[in-house]
T-cell receptor, first 114, second 116 residues
Framework: EDKVVQSPLSLVVHEGDTVTLNCSYEVTNFRSLLWYKQEKKAPTFLFMLTSSGIEKKSGRLSSILDKKELFSILNITATQTGDSAVYLC??????????????FGKGTHLIIQP | DTEVTQTPKHLVMGMTNKKSLKCEQH?????MYWYKQKAKKPPELMFV???????INESVPSRFSPECPNSSLLNLHLHALQPEDSALYLCASSPSPIGPYNQPQHFGDGTRLSIL
């Protein structure tokens, strides 16, 4: 059974700090690892990672995947109060047939204090 | 607003009612998904449709019945639900279900369901 473990489960920092969120996984046939941000409603897509060692960046957010050690990190620099949310890590395996659903970790609840 | 539209946004129903949740996307995506999310928990996969055919059913009770009438529309029919079925029901879609590298799933805002 696929497993995704995120740490920490909650984190409180001050505006301007840099945070690193962790995600480790076990999956039978790895296809991709995804990061989502969830506030009150839909999870919104941040990054999709399929290859080791290639950093993806979007503004103050970046993420990297290590397929040998089976983990990923999500970095947020110069945090702002609008970054407060639950950050979800999910993995998708490859059954060889068609679309597979996502297995999510429990999420990291990030609170940015002004 | 997301490009995956779910209706209704909120639904309150009794245990004997029959209702349906609707999900629509016009992005030409050929894979669609239903997830259930309880409070303070991550989403859990329920069903996957690939080219309008049910490809994955994660042992969901038969009181939940999915339907994919065409490539843009996904329904979830509800009947005789229990109070523990109260949750946020999320629909997602992704472009192509075939190939070793899928593309990210995009989620709708969900339907918040309460069972009395």
């Amino acid at each position: 059974e696929d497993k995704v473990v995120q740490s920490p489960l909650s984190l409180v920092v001050h505006e301007g700090d840099t945070v690193t969120l962790n995600c480790s996984y076990e999956v039978t046939n790895f296809r991709s690892l995804l990061w989502y941000k969830q506030e009150k409603k839909a999870p919104t897509f941040l990054f999709m990672l399929t290859s080791s060692g290639i950093e993806k960046k979007s503004g103050r957010l970046s993420s990297i995947l290590d397929k040998k050690e089976l983990f990923s990190i999500l970095n947020i620099t110069a945090t702002q109060t609008g970054d407060s949310a639950v950050y979800l890590c999910a993995v998708e395996d490859f059954s060889g047939g068609g679309a597979d659903g996502l297995t999510f970790g429990k999420g990291t609840h990030l609170i940015i204090q002004p | 607003d997301t490009e995956v539209t779910q209706t209704p946004k909120h639904l309150v129903m009794g245990m004997t009612n029959k209702k349906s949740l609707k999900c629509e996307q016009h992005m030409g995506h050929r894979a669609m998904y239903w997830y259930k999310q309880k409070a303070k928990k991550p989403p859990e996969l329920m069903f996957v449709y690939s080219y309008e055919k049910l490809s994955i059913n994660e042992s969901v009770p038969s009181r939940f019945s999915p339907e994919c009438p065409n490539s843009s529309l996904l329904n979830l029919h509800l009947h005789a639900l229990q109070p523990e079925d109260s949750a946020l029901y999320l629909c997602a879609s992704s472009p192509s279900p075939i190939g070793p590298y899928n593309q990210p799933q995009h989620f709708g805002d969900g339907t918040r369901l309460s069972i009395l």
